[in-house]
């Protein structure tokens, strides 16, 4: 098969590109190998020079890289130079922090001397989404290869040029050859790479589908993996929230990325006293999003990132309505070229409807109406996802209360969900598992080696 890279704001196939047969995959494989038997050896100075070096890539090249995400995966042009800036913060947040994160940890013991050290494992496998093409691929290159690790990239099958241009990233930035690939494979090939005995680790981003199968096969293997899978984040709002404020919030909370993403809030869970004043707000916020061209300044939401998944969305859309859901804006896709969905609010929505129930990857939110606090955290706990969530009161000590009680791996207050380099990322419930980001994900891939001295 060849792996396509088109346009889906105006459906052209811009490039094509073949994909690599098992006995190169497998050769690509035995060079990163190689080169990690070097690059382990490697004091952290020469790791942070060369780190920080691929975060002054970044920037040097931040125009190129967004127009590729925009051609290749419709990012509104403005967000994708927001995320390259954001893969050279990772780049130097690991750059700086690494090498006291990792340093060896004194334990008492009945030895004169014990410590825990943590020692490079390998050559780690990243298999990786399109939704954000560069940041998903370096908040885990980041840490692994300041770790001392070598990385491998499985990336999604429509995002072959960003692939191609991250591993360029550090080439340009000096790294030494074969630290970083990327292999141009399809999905079909990845459990032959988890099966090949020097790779050493798994990570994934990706729907919980994809990440069944891909922990499935790591684990008829024994290697470690850290899964960061889907979610279906509530944004609750109680009756003392700033309701204009988080009005204005939600929107862009539900429609970054076009949608795209495993943290924009997708269930709006509000109080019973603020709904019909807060949906008007909300709807209102949502109306004035620009949603067009991906290379426009002004475009807030761009396409869909295929036809396929587009249609998908609408499927789901419809089949609530047919369920009982009424369309408050928006429902239908955008006429004319491209994969285009305008942002759309789903009311009366009820568990059973896939509105609900579902991931809904795309720009339509659904408003849920709930009589109180607590029944707003009963709602928010009855998913199957656990990955972001949020909460809107003008009381920050009952907001924290609450948070505690959502089953979420991040629940921000008065805020947006979003990742940050210092704070950890990932989710629980079928929304995965492991952690990326801070100390804790620099910790995933590396063996926590205890030495015993006499």
């Not at 040097?60 to 995320?83: S, V």
């Not at 109080?271 to 061209?293: I, Q």
């Not at 009855?382 to 003008?394: I, N, Q």
């Not at 100390?439 to 995933?444: A, C, P, R, S």
Request: glycine share 8%; charged share 25%.
């Amino acid at each position: 098969m060849a792996l396509e890279s088109i346009n889906p704001a105006t459906d052209e196939l811009m490039e094509t590109f073949d994909e690599w047969s098992a006995e190169q995959t497998a050769k690509v494989i035995d060079e990163v190998d190689a080169a990690f038997q070097q690059w382990r050896l490697t004091s952290f100075e020469k790791r942070r020079e060369l780190m920080n070096r691929a975060a002054a890539v970044l920037r040097d090249n931040k125009d190129e890289y967004a127009r590729i995400m925009a051609l290749e995966m419709g990012k509104p042009i403005n967000d994708g130079r927001g995320e390259v800036e954001k893969c050279a913060w990772v780049c130097e947040y690991y750059a700086e922090q690494a090498e006291r994160i990792l340093a060896d940890e004194p334990i008492e013991s009945d030895g004169s001397k014990s410590y825990v050290g943590f020692r490079p494992i390998g050559t780690v496998l990243a298999v990786m989404p399109w939704n954000f093409p560069f940041w998903q691929v370096f908040r885990f290159a980041a840490p692994a290869l300041m770790a001392g690790n070598t990385g491998v990239l499985k990336h999604s099958s429509n995002v072959p040029r960003s692939a191609l241009a991250i591993e360029e990233v550090f080439v340009k930035a000096g790294f030494p050859p074969d630290v970083f690939r990327t292999l141009m494979i399809g999905s079909r090939k990845v459990d032959a790479v988890i099966e090949n005995d020097l790779i050493k680790a798994v990570t994934l981003t990706g729907s919980d589908i994809a990440g069944r199968k891909v922990a499935a096969k790591a684990g008829e293997m024994l290697k470690k993996t850290v899964m960061e899978l889907g979610g279906s984040d509530p944004f609750i709002v109680l009756e003392d929230a700033d309701l204009e404020e988080s009005a204005q919030v939600a929107a862009k909370a539900r429609c970054i990325n076009s949608g795209q993403s495993c943290i924009a809030a997708k269930r709006f869970i509000v109080v019973d006293a603020v709904y019909e004043v807060w949906t008007e707000k909300f709807k209102a916020a949502l109306s004035s999003l620009k949603v067009g061209d991906p290379l426009a300044e002004e475009t807030q939401v761009g396409p869909q990132a295929r036809r396929d998944l587009m249609e998908e969305l609408h499927e789901q859309v419809e089949k609530s309505v047919r369920m009982g859901a009424r369309v408050l804006l928006g429902g239908s896709p955008q006429e004319g070229k491209g994969s285009f969905y305008p942002p759309t609010l789903l009311a009366d929505l009820k568990p059973g409807m896939p509105a609900y129930d579902e991931e809904l990857f795309g720009p339509v939110a659904s408003l849920i109406r709930v009589a109180d606090a607590e029944e707003a955290v009963a709602v928010a706990n009855a998913s199957p996802f656990g990955l972001g969530g949020c909460v809107w009161t003008a009381d920050s000590a009952r907001g924290e209360e609450i948070a505690a009680r959502i089953e979420a791996g991040a629940v921000f207050v008065n805020g947006m969900v979003k990742s940050d380099p210092r704070l950890p990322f990932g989710g629980v419930k079928i929304s995965g598992y492991g952690r990326e980001l801070s100390h804790y994900g620099i910790k995933e891939f590396v063996n926590i080696q205890t030495v015993w001295v006499r």
